[in-house]
């Protein structure tokens, strides 16, 4: 069974940019079988999907989101990794990595990684 | 982009009872490309129903489903202390892929 599990900075200063990597396991992060993405929760909000991508090179963006997000795999690591430039305080969140069955955007989520935007 | 509106914002209920929660969307979602979602303080969402009918695993035959267009409904049969959480419905028809604001279920 995949398990994900975010890391990165819980502290990001404004105007920096935020990384993030998912480590996939019990899985290869290139298999044709699955979309790897990140999902975002603002405290006490509804989860905002912020992209997705396959191992094959497409990636899939949030129109919101998507001239500052990056979303690219480190196969070597069995990673995929999230990069969010210019943040501001209303980039606080959890960020959540997760895995998409191919064929339906559901969702299995990483536990979650808490990241405060402050100076 | 597809709004997804759920109500009640909290429905305060108690073990045993019937949970209705609703999920209503800005324009019709095809195919019933909606997903259920719980969530526990502290932990992810976790996927609970997907498309017309489908549990995901592990997931108990209490939570159902209904409802097509734009108007969608999840039916917990008969709470148990575990169920109290938040849920979240989410479409997946159109992209950008959109979550509800959540209904709390609490005693």
């Known amino acids: 069974q995949l398990q994900l599990q975010e890391s990165g900075p819980g502290l990001v200063k404004p105007s920096e940019t935020l990384s993030l990597n998912c480590t996939v396991s019990?899985?290869?992060?290139?298999?044709?079988?699955?979309?790897w993405g990140w999902i975002r929760q603002p405290p006490g909000k509804g989860p905002e999907w912020i992209g997705s991508?396959?191992?094959?090179?497409?990636?899939y963006y949030n129109p919101s989101l998507q001239s500052r997000v990056t979303i690219s795999v480190d196969t070597s690591k069995n990673q995929f990794s999230l990069k969010l430039s210019s943040v501001t305080a209303t980039d606080t969140a959890v960020y959540y990595c997760?895995?998409?069955?191919?064929?339906?955007?559901?969702?299995?989520w990483g536990q979650g990684t808490l990241v405060t935007v402050s100076s | 982009e597809v709004v997804l509106t759920q109500s009640p914002g909290t429905l305060s209920l108690s073990p045993g009872e019937r949970a209705t929660l609703s999920c209503r969307a800005s324009?019709?979602?095809?195919?019933?490309?909606l997903a259920w979602y719980q969530q526990k303080l502290g932990q992810a969402p976790r996927l609970l129903i997907y498309?017309?009918?489908s549990r995901a695993t592990g997931i108990p035959d209490r939570f159902s489903v209904s409802g097509s267009g734009t108007d969608f409904t999840l039916t917990i049969s008969r709470l148990e202390p575990e169920d109290f959480a938040v849920y979240y419905c989410?479409?997946?028809?159109?992209?950008?892929?959109?979550f509800g604001p959540g209904t709390k279920v609490d005693i």
């Open positions: 997760a895995s998409s069955p191919r064929g339906t955007w559901t969702f299995n």
């Open positions: 019990g899985g290869s992060i290139t298999s044709p079988s699955f979309f």
């Open positions: 991508m396959i191992y094959s090179g497409n990636t």
């Open positions: 324009q019709s979602i095809r195919s019933n490309y």
């Open positions: 498309g017309a009918s």
């Open positions: 989410q479409q997946y028809a159109a992209s950008p892929f959109t």
